[in-house]
């Protein structure tokens, strides 16, 4: 596919196609589902903010729409087109206009066999029979076995016995990588499935470009191939009689998010609630030293004394070496399955002031994180459909210059969206243990329905002090909540009752960002 090169661009501006087309997946969804989340409730003083915004999702870059280079997305690595064009298109984003090669992003998700990409483009009004540049239609570049083949495939054997004769490396690009693609499924199988859906939809087999090559031409698989040809049989005989392309069933788009709160005109953005990913581990680490230093100040509250670091961190279950901490909360992060994940809460700020460069940059900005929860889901085996079992919360914790603003709340309304998806079925129950005299942590969990579950116990503070002194111990309190027949909505609507109205942060706004009310994420019909 030939490639243009686009006018100059300002470091901003390209960044944003660099994100675009390469970022995590959940980065740029969670980039663009706040304008979304939000439409309709902004304020006379942030819609100067979401204009500017707006504008840049709209805008061309360079020749081409941001729905290019999301459709052009890797199938493999970094996945995720079929998720960012349909976020983009909530936005209104155009999804088959042409570039200056008159390629629309069904090209680009066709030359990357984004499957689920090119049928949602299909079923969105992109036309399968639109022809490039070089008067192809998307066909040609499904029908190649690697989206860097260049030439038919006669020119690429040839090619190849020419690299063999010089003693250079051969050409594999004819084998079809063999891994799975994000989709789950093997990246010949996705190659297939874009060849039927496009003719399906209207793209000539037998059509010739203006070098009189087909799609036939550029196919080196032989099972590309042999489909190519029945395709192309069917075609002539079925005339200019065509049955109507079937719909197809696509995966359901959930929110990049577990929960959001509510945009307020008085806080400084929002909050929002998602899993951890990589790029979290820096903040993550951080924040766990945070969590020890609040457990060794209650310890020295206690005791009277300052506890050897070890100490501390073994009476919390955490490693005393902040290179092994950073080790095992890399290998965690990541983790998104209902048994076993770690959570973030980011302070979310899309409306602040400023003009196009600050938008960009903005946009393309981690989010800050500032608090997280790990939960573990003890599975009750004994139970056929293994829906039994506790919820353990082992760590959370709120960033220093974050507390007292409803953040804890907020992640537990994201633990009941993450426990409850799909199950419509009460809650599995929840709970933690906390340092008996963290009055400020027992407090919350009251307020929030966690009741006193069982004794209190003592653990032993060990490598601290001499043999000849008595031991130190920690008392611990278990707290549980759980109750009977309590759905994901109820439960919600609990915990939501439970967070501070804004009125009580309103003479703070001035000062820091703050925590507004917090809603559930809008469904992808939403």
Not at 146 to 159: A, L, V
Not at 169 to 187: F, Q, V
Request: charged letters at 30%; glycine letters at 6%; one cysteine or more.
């Amino acid at each position: 596919m030939p490639r243009h090169a686009p006018p100059p661009m300002t470091k901003p501006t390209w960044k944003v196609v660099e994100f675009f087309r390469s970022g995590a997946t959940d980065r740029v969804c969670q980039a663009i589902y706040p304008y979304i989340f939000n439409a309709g409730q902004e304020t006379e003083d942030k819609l100067p903010a979401r204009k500017i915004a707006m504008d840049i999702f709209r805008r061309r870059f360079g020749n081409q729409y941001l729905a290019s280079f999301a459709a052009a997305r890797a199938a493999q690595r970094p996945g995720g087109a079929y998720d960012i064009l349909h976020w983009l298109d909530k936005l209104q984003v155009p999804l088959d206009e042409a570039d200056a090669a008159m390629q629309t992003p069904l090209f680009y998700a066709a030359r990357e066999a984004n499957y689920e990409a090119v049928a949602f483009l299909l079923q969105r009004g992109a036309r399968a029979e639109r022809l490039d540049h070089n008067s192809q239609n998307a066909l040609f570049y499904a029908a190649k076995s690697d989206p860097k083949q260049e030439g038919t495939r006669i020119e690429c054997e040839r090619r190849k016995q020419w690299r063999a004769m010089a003693g250079r490396p051969g050409d594999t690009r004819k084998d079809i990588r063999k891994d799975l693609d994000a989709n789950g499924r093997p990246h010949k199988e996705n190659r297939l499935a874009v060849i039927d859906i496009l003719v399906e939809y209207g793209a000539d087999p037998t059509h010739k470009d203006e070098l009189e090559r087909s799609a036939l031409d550029y196919a080196r698989d032989d099972e590309i191939l042999r489909r190519l040809e029945a395709l192309c049989h069917r075609w002539r005989a079925q005339g200019d009689v065509r049955p109507p392309p079937m719909a197809q069933q696509l995966p359901l788009v959930e929110p990049p998010c577990m929960y959001l709160s509510k945009l307020d005109a008085v806080y400084d953005g929002q909050y929002m609630v998602a899993y951890s990913d990589q790029q979290d581990v820096e903040a993550l680490v951080q924040l766990e030293s945070e969590f020890i230093d609040d457990h060794a100040r209650i310890i020295e509250l206690v005791h009277g004394a300052p506890a050897p670091p070890a100490t501390v961190c073994k009476s919390v279950g955490v490693s005393p070496k902040e290179a092994e901490r950073k080790r095992i909360i890399k290998s965690i992060t990541g983790q998104r399955n209902r048994l076993d994940c770690t959570m973030k809460i980011m302070h979310i700020n899309a409306y602040t002031q400023g003009g196009a460069q600050a938008a960009c940059a903005r946009l393309i900005t981690p989010p800050k994180v500032v608090g997280y929860m790990y939960q573990k889901v003890k599975v009750d085996f004994s139970r056929a459909d293994r829906k039994g079992g506790i919820v353990e919360v082992s760590h959370l914790k709120v960033s220093k210059s974050y507390v007292r603003r409803g953040l804890a709340t907020l992640m537990f309304c994201g633990l009941v969206q993450h426990l409850g998806a799909g199950e419509g079925e009460e809650l599995r129950p929840m709970q933690l243990s906390v340092f008996d005299r963290n009055d400020a942590a027992c407090r919350l969990y009251e307020k929030l329905g966690f009741v006193s579950y069982g004794e209190s116990w003592d653990s032993e503070l060990s490598g601290w002090g001499s043999a000849q002194e008595p031991m130190r111990h920690i008392r611990w309190r278990r707290y549980r909540r759980f109750v009977a027949g309590e759905t994901t909505e109820r439960a919600l609507a609990a915990l939501e009752a439970k967070l501070p109205p804004p009125s009580k942060w309103k003479w703070q706004s001035s000062m820091s960002s703050n925590d507004p009310p917090a809603k559930k994420p809008r469904t992808s019909s939403g």
